[in-house]
Protein backbone atom coordinates (compact mmCIF):
# COMPACT_ATOMS: atom_id res chain seq x y z
CA UNK A 1 0.00 0.00 0.00
CA UNK A 2 1.68 3.34 -1.16
CA UNK A 3 1.37 5.89 1.64
CA UNK A 4 2.27 9.75 1.49
CA UNK A 5 5.83 10.26 1.55
CA UNK A 6 5.90 13.97 2.24
CA UNK A 7 3.92 15.39 5.56
CA UNK A 8 1.25 18.19 4.75
CA UNK A 9 3.25 21.40 5.54
CA UNK A 10 3.55 25.31 5.60
CA UNK A 11 4.63 25.10 1.42
CA UNK A 12 1.71 23.30 0.72
CA UNK A 13 -1.50 25.03 -1.18
CA UNK A 14 -4.22 24.09 1.49
CA UNK A 15 -8.05 24.62 1.32
CA UNK A 16 -10.17 24.55 3.70
CA UNK A 17 -10.14 23.84 7.36
CA UNK A 18 -6.74 23.36 9.08
CA UNK A 19 -7.93 21.37 11.42
CA UNK A 20 -10.60 18.85 9.40
CA UNK A 21 -10.19 15.03 10.05
CA UNK A 22 -9.36 14.36 6.80
CA UNK A 23 -7.01 15.86 4.45
CA UNK A 24 -7.38 14.73 0.33
CA UNK A 25 -4.13 15.59 -1.67
CA UNK A 26 -4.27 15.63 -4.94
CA UNK A 27 -1.17 14.96 -7.66
CA UNK A 28 -2.11 16.59 -10.80
CA UNK A 29 -1.21 18.04 -14.24
CA UNK A 30 -3.13 21.05 -15.71
CA UNK A 31 -2.91 19.73 -19.38
CA UNK A 32 -4.03 15.89 -17.97
CA UNK A 33 -7.78 15.84 -19.29
CA UNK A 34 -8.66 13.50 -15.83
CA UNK A 35 -7.52 16.10 -13.73
CA UNK A 36 -9.56 18.51 -15.90
CA UNK A 37 -12.38 15.64 -14.94
CA UNK A 38 -11.60 15.67 -11.56
CA UNK A 39 -11.60 19.36 -11.07
CA UNK A 40 -15.42 19.53 -10.57
CA UNK A 41 -15.69 16.52 -9.13
CA UNK A 42 -13.07 17.79 -6.39
CA UNK A 43 -15.46 20.94 -6.01
CA UNK A 44 -17.99 18.40 -5.09
CA UNK A 45 -16.81 16.24 -2.43
CA UNK A 46 -15.33 19.58 -1.07
CA UNK A 47 -18.92 20.92 -0.69
CA UNK A 48 -20.34 17.66 0.89
CA UNK A 49 -17.74 17.27 3.39
CA UNK A 50 -17.65 21.22 4.33
CA UNK A 51 -15.28 21.26 7.67
CA UNK A 52 -14.63 17.81 7.99
CA UNK A 53 -12.72 18.16 4.86
CA UNK A 54 -9.20 20.09 3.87
CA UNK A 55 -7.49 19.66 0.28
CA UNK A 56 -4.30 19.97 -0.87
CA UNK A 57 -2.70 20.46 -4.24
CA UNK A 58 0.53 19.44 -5.22
CA UNK A 59 2.23 19.20 -9.07
CA UNK A 60 3.07 16.39 -10.55
CA UNK A 61 3.91 17.40 -14.45
CA UNK A 62 3.89 15.01 -17.34
CA UNK A 63 6.40 16.59 -19.14
CA UNK A 64 7.19 14.21 -21.73
CA UNK A 65 3.51 13.51 -22.62
CA UNK A 66 2.44 17.30 -21.43
CA UNK A 67 4.12 20.30 -23.29
CA UNK A 68 2.53 22.74 -21.41
CA UNK A 69 2.31 20.80 -17.78
CA UNK A 70 5.61 22.38 -16.24
CA UNK A 71 4.75 26.22 -17.59
CA UNK A 72 1.12 25.90 -16.36
CA UNK A 73 2.56 24.40 -13.07
CA UNK A 74 5.20 27.29 -12.93
CA UNK A 75 2.31 29.89 -13.62
CA UNK A 76 0.08 28.42 -10.65
CA UNK A 77 3.24 28.83 -8.48
CA UNK A 78 3.83 31.95 -9.57
CA UNK A 79 0.14 33.02 -8.76
CA UNK A 80 0.84 31.51 -5.11
CA UNK A 81 3.75 33.44 -4.61
CA UNK A 82 1.49 36.49 -4.53
CA UNK A 83 -1.39 34.76 -3.08
CA UNK A 84 -3.54 33.87 -5.61
CA UNK A 85 -2.30 30.24 -6.08
CA UNK A 86 -6.31 28.63 -6.06
CA UNK A 87 -7.41 31.30 -8.43
CA UNK A 88 -4.73 30.56 -11.02
CA UNK A 89 -5.29 26.60 -10.60
CA UNK A 90 -9.11 26.98 -11.53
CA UNK A 91 -8.61 29.15 -14.44
CA UNK A 92 -5.93 27.00 -15.82
CA UNK A 93 -7.81 23.85 -14.96
CA UNK A 94 -10.95 25.25 -16.62
CA UNK A 95 -8.71 26.40 -19.52
CA UNK A 96 -6.89 23.44 -19.99
CA UNK A 97 -7.30 23.01 -23.51
CA UNK A 98 -5.48 26.65 -24.53
CA UNK A 99 -2.65 26.33 -22.07
CA UNK A 100 -0.13 28.47 -23.29
CA UNK A 101 1.74 31.81 -23.60
CA UNK A 102 -0.93 33.74 -24.34
CA UNK A 103 -3.69 32.54 -22.05
CA UNK A 104 -1.24 32.50 -19.08
CA UNK A 105 -0.73 36.81 -19.89
CA UNK A 106 -4.07 36.64 -19.89
CA UNK A 107 -4.97 35.29 -16.76
CA UNK A 108 -2.18 37.26 -14.86
CA UNK A 109 -4.51 40.55 -15.99
CA UNK A 110 -7.32 38.54 -15.19
CA UNK A 111 -5.95 38.31 -11.43
CA UNK A 112 -4.55 41.62 -11.42
CA UNK A 113 -1.07 40.05 -11.71
CA UNK A 114 1.67 41.57 -13.87
CA UNK A 115 2.16 39.61 -17.20
CA UNK A 116 5.81 40.80 -17.29
CA UNK A 117 6.68 39.14 -13.90
CA UNK A 118 4.84 36.32 -15.31
CA UNK A 119 7.16 36.25 -18.01
CA UNK A 120 10.28 36.78 -16.31
CA UNK A 121 9.35 34.17 -14.10
CA UNK A 122 9.15 31.36 -16.45
CA UNK A 123 11.81 33.06 -18.14
CA UNK A 124 14.25 32.19 -15.34
CA UNK A 125 12.75 29.00 -14.11
CA UNK A 126 12.18 30.88 -11.17
CA UNK A 127 9.22 28.07 -9.63
CA UNK A 128 11.42 25.08 -11.66
CA UNK A 129 12.69 23.55 -8.16
CA UNK A 130 9.57 24.20 -6.60
CA UNK A 131 7.55 22.15 -8.86
CA UNK A 132 10.30 19.51 -9.09
CA UNK A 133 10.03 19.43 -5.36
CA UNK A 134 6.43 18.32 -5.71
CA UNK A 135 7.38 15.53 -8.47
CA UNK A 136 10.07 13.78 -7.22
CA UNK A 137 8.41 13.89 -3.36
CA UNK A 138 4.92 12.05 -5.64
CA UNK A 139 7.44 9.64 -6.61
CA UNK A 140 8.49 8.82 -3.83
CA UNK A 141 4.86 8.56 -2.18
CA UNK A 142 3.85 6.45 -4.87
CA UNK A 143 1.93 8.40 -7.33
CA UNK A 144 0.57 6.46 -10.41
CA UNK A 145 -0.41 8.74 -12.77
CA UNK A 146 -2.30 11.93 -13.30
CA UNK A 147 -4.81 12.77 -10.91
CA UNK A 148 -3.75 10.21 -8.03
CA UNK A 149 -5.12 11.32 -4.77
CA UNK A 150 -3.86 10.20 -1.25
CA UNK A 151 -6.91 10.32 1.45
CA UNK A 152 -5.32 10.40 4.63
CA UNK A 153 -2.03 9.73 3.54
CA UNK A 154 -3.16 6.19 1.64
CA UNK A 155 -3.15 6.43 -1.73
CA UNK A 156 -6.83 6.24 -3.55
CA UNK A 157 -6.78 3.49 -5.88
CA UNK A 158 -10.27 3.15 -6.50
CA UNK A 159 -12.59 4.18 -9.38
CA UNK A 160 -12.81 8.25 -9.45
CA UNK A 161 -15.97 8.84 -9.05
CA UNK A 162 -18.16 11.02 -6.41
CA UNK A 163 -19.83 7.78 -4.90
CA UNK A 164 -16.53 5.43 -4.86
CA UNK A 165 -14.34 8.81 -3.03
CA UNK A 166 -17.64 10.12 -1.15
CA UNK A 167 -17.48 6.47 0.47
CA UNK A 168 -13.63 6.35 1.11
CA UNK A 169 -13.65 9.55 2.94
CA UNK A 170 -16.45 8.66 4.80
CA UNK A 171 -14.42 5.70 5.56
CA UNK A 172 -11.24 7.63 6.73
CA UNK A 173 -13.53 9.87 8.64
CA UNK A 174 -15.39 6.63 10.46
CA UNK A 175 -11.55 5.09 10.92
CA UNK B 1 -2.67 -13.34 -9.08
CA UNK B 2 1.37 -15.07 -9.78
CA UNK B 3 3.77 -15.56 -7.27
CA UNK B 4 6.78 -13.91 -8.43
CA UNK B 5 10.39 -15.01 -8.27
CA UNK B 6 11.46 -14.08 -4.50
CA UNK B 7 14.28 -12.28 -3.68
CA UNK B 8 17.45 -13.88 -3.44
CA UNK B 9 16.51 -15.96 -6.65
CA UNK B 10 19.37 -15.49 -10.00
CA UNK B 11 17.28 -14.36 -12.38
CA UNK B 12 16.73 -15.82 -15.62
CA UNK B 13 18.25 -15.05 -18.10
CA UNK B 14 16.37 -14.22 -21.41
CA UNK B 15 17.02 -12.70 -25.01
CA UNK B 16 14.03 -10.77 -26.28
CA UNK B 17 13.82 -8.23 -29.57
CA UNK B 18 14.10 -4.81 -28.48
CA UNK B 19 13.87 -3.30 -32.33
CA UNK B 20 13.00 -5.83 -35.15
CA UNK B 21 16.23 -5.90 -36.06
CA UNK B 22 17.89 -6.10 -32.38
CA UNK B 23 17.85 -8.03 -29.23
CA UNK B 24 19.00 -7.79 -26.14
CA UNK B 25 20.09 -10.00 -23.04
CA UNK B 26 19.24 -9.50 -19.46
CA UNK B 27 23.16 -11.05 -18.82
CA UNK B 28 24.31 -7.38 -21.68
CA UNK B 29 23.79 -5.66 -18.42
CA UNK B 30 25.64 -7.61 -16.04
CA UNK B 31 27.43 -4.75 -13.44
CA UNK B 32 24.48 -2.57 -12.84
CA UNK B 33 21.19 -2.59 -11.21
CA UNK B 34 18.47 -3.43 -13.86
CA UNK B 35 14.65 -3.18 -13.53
CA UNK B 36 12.24 -5.52 -15.25
CA UNK B 37 8.65 -3.49 -15.37
CA UNK B 38 6.27 -6.50 -16.84
CA UNK B 39 3.17 -4.89 -18.01
CA UNK B 40 -0.48 -6.02 -19.56
CA UNK B 41 -0.25 -4.25 -22.63
CA UNK B 42 0.80 -1.10 -24.86
CA UNK B 43 -1.78 1.54 -25.26
CA UNK B 44 -3.59 1.78 -21.86
CA UNK B 45 -6.01 4.43 -22.37
CA UNK B 46 -4.55 6.59 -19.31
CA UNK B 47 -2.89 10.02 -19.05
CA UNK B 48 0.48 8.87 -17.27
CA UNK B 49 0.04 5.32 -17.47
CA UNK B 50 3.01 3.00 -15.98
CA UNK B 51 5.54 3.42 -18.92
CA UNK B 52 4.99 7.35 -19.41
CA UNK B 53 5.46 7.51 -15.71
CA UNK B 54 8.80 5.71 -15.56
CA UNK B 55 9.69 7.31 -18.75
CA UNK B 56 8.86 10.91 -16.84
CA UNK B 57 10.86 9.25 -13.23
CA UNK B 58 13.95 7.86 -15.67
CA UNK B 59 16.44 10.82 -14.15
CA UNK B 60 15.77 8.94 -10.65
CA UNK B 61 16.86 5.93 -12.10
CA UNK B 62 19.81 6.80 -13.59
CA UNK B 63 20.84 8.53 -10.36
CA UNK B 64 20.88 4.85 -9.37
CA UNK B 65 22.85 4.02 -12.62
CA UNK B 66 20.06 1.22 -12.96
CA UNK B 67 18.81 0.77 -16.58
CA UNK B 68 14.75 -0.01 -17.12
CA UNK B 69 13.24 -2.63 -19.44
CA UNK B 70 9.81 -2.97 -19.88
CA UNK B 71 8.49 -6.00 -21.20
CA UNK B 72 5.01 -7.03 -22.15
CA UNK B 73 3.53 -9.56 -24.81
CA UNK B 74 2.83 -6.63 -27.62
CA UNK B 75 5.32 -7.41 -30.74
CA UNK B 76 7.82 -5.26 -31.96
CA UNK B 77 6.34 -3.18 -34.36
CA UNK B 78 3.65 -2.65 -31.69
CA UNK B 79 5.92 -1.49 -29.03
CA UNK B 80 8.01 0.44 -31.13
CA UNK B 81 4.73 2.33 -32.56
CA UNK B 82 4.04 2.76 -28.59
CA UNK B 83 7.17 4.13 -27.56
CA UNK B 84 7.31 6.43 -30.72
CA UNK B 85 4.07 8.08 -29.63
CA UNK B 86 4.44 8.17 -26.12
CA UNK B 87 7.64 9.59 -26.47
CA UNK B 88 9.65 6.97 -23.97
CA UNK B 89 13.40 6.68 -23.83
CA UNK B 90 13.82 3.48 -22.48
CA UNK B 91 13.67 -0.29 -24.28
CA UNK B 92 10.53 -1.96 -24.19
CA UNK B 93 10.99 -5.86 -25.06
CA UNK B 94 8.64 -8.49 -27.03
CA UNK B 95 8.02 -11.60 -25.11
CA UNK B 96 5.91 -12.38 -27.94
CA UNK B 97 6.71 -15.79 -29.29
CA UNK B 98 6.80 -18.61 -27.18
CA UNK B 99 4.04 -15.91 -26.00
CA UNK B 100 5.05 -14.75 -22.54
CA UNK B 101 7.54 -17.39 -22.17
CA UNK B 102 10.42 -14.91 -20.08
CA UNK B 103 7.23 -13.72 -17.89
CA UNK B 104 6.82 -17.03 -16.75
CA UNK B 105 10.33 -17.67 -15.57
CA UNK B 106 9.41 -14.63 -13.37
CA UNK B 107 5.96 -16.33 -12.34
CA UNK B 108 4.73 -13.08 -13.73
CA UNK B 109 2.11 -14.22 -16.74
CA UNK B 110 -1.34 -14.17 -16.19
CA UNK B 111 -2.41 -17.29 -17.96
CA UNK B 112 -6.36 -16.40 -18.01
CA UNK B 113 -5.63 -13.57 -19.96
CA UNK B 114 -2.74 -14.15 -22.09
CA UNK B 115 -1.05 -11.02 -20.58
CA UNK B 116 1.77 -10.20 -18.35
CA UNK B 117 1.20 -9.41 -14.63
CA UNK B 118 2.03 -5.45 -13.71
CA UNK B 119 5.38 -7.15 -11.75
CA UNK B 120 8.34 -5.03 -10.83
CA UNK B 121 11.70 -6.92 -10.06
CA UNK B 122 15.06 -5.38 -8.91
CA UNK B 123 17.57 -7.39 -10.42
CA UNK B 124 21.46 -6.34 -8.72
CA UNK B 125 24.67 -5.93 -10.01
CA UNK B 126 25.37 -9.52 -10.00
CA UNK B 127 22.00 -11.04 -11.29
CA UNK B 128 20.17 -11.76 -8.18
CA UNK B 129 17.04 -10.79 -7.59
CA UNK B 130 16.76 -8.07 -4.64
CA UNK B 131 12.90 -7.12 -4.64
CA UNK B 132 10.12 -8.41 -6.50
CA UNK B 133 6.33 -7.31 -6.54
CA UNK B 134 3.23 -8.36 -8.25
CA UNK B 135 0.29 -5.24 -8.18
CA UNK B 136 -2.99 -5.99 -9.05
CA UNK B 137 -3.83 -5.58 -13.01
CA UNK B 138 -6.07 -2.54 -12.59
CA UNK B 139 -3.42 -0.89 -10.40
CA UNK B 140 -0.30 0.59 -11.63
CA UNK B 141 2.15 0.63 -9.05
CA UNK B 142 4.08 3.42 -9.20
CA UNK B 143 7.88 3.83 -8.42
CA UNK B 144 8.09 3.95 -4.95
CA UNK B 145 8.84 0.54 -4.11
CA UNK B 146 11.85 0.48 -7.22
CA UNK B 147 13.52 3.55 -5.66
CA UNK B 148 13.40 2.21 -2.02
CA UNK B 149 14.59 -1.02 -3.44
CA UNK B 150 17.34 0.79 -5.52
CA UNK B 151 18.76 2.60 -2.47
CA UNK B 152 18.52 -0.67 -0.67
CA UNK B 153 21.21 -1.87 -2.74
CA UNK B 154 23.40 0.83 -2.24
CA UNK B 155 23.47 0.09 1.48
Known sequence: ??????????????QGNAKAACTLVE???????????????????????????????????????HAEAQA???????????GKFWEMHNLLLENQKNLGQELYATLAGTLQLSADDLQSALANKTFADRVRADFTGGVRSGVNGTPTFFINGLRYDNPMDYASMVQAIEKALAA | MSEPL????????????VTPDQKLSLSDLRGRPVILAFYPADWSPV????????N?????????NAELLGISVDGVWCHTAFAKDRNLHFPLLADFEPKGAVAKSYGAYFEAAGITERA??????DGIIRWSYISPISVNPGADGILEALEALEK
Not at chain 2, 6 to 17: E, M, N
Open chain 1, 27 to 65: YGDYQCSNCGEAHPLVKEIQAQFGKQLRFVFRNFPLTKI
Open chain 1, 1 to 14: MSTLKIQVGSEDHV
Open chain 2, 6 to 17: SPGTQAPDFSLR
Open chain 2, 120 to 125: LFVIDK
Open chain 2, 47 to 54: CGDQMALY
Open chain 1, 72 to 82: AAEVAEFAGSL
Open chain 2, 56 to 64: EILPEFQKH
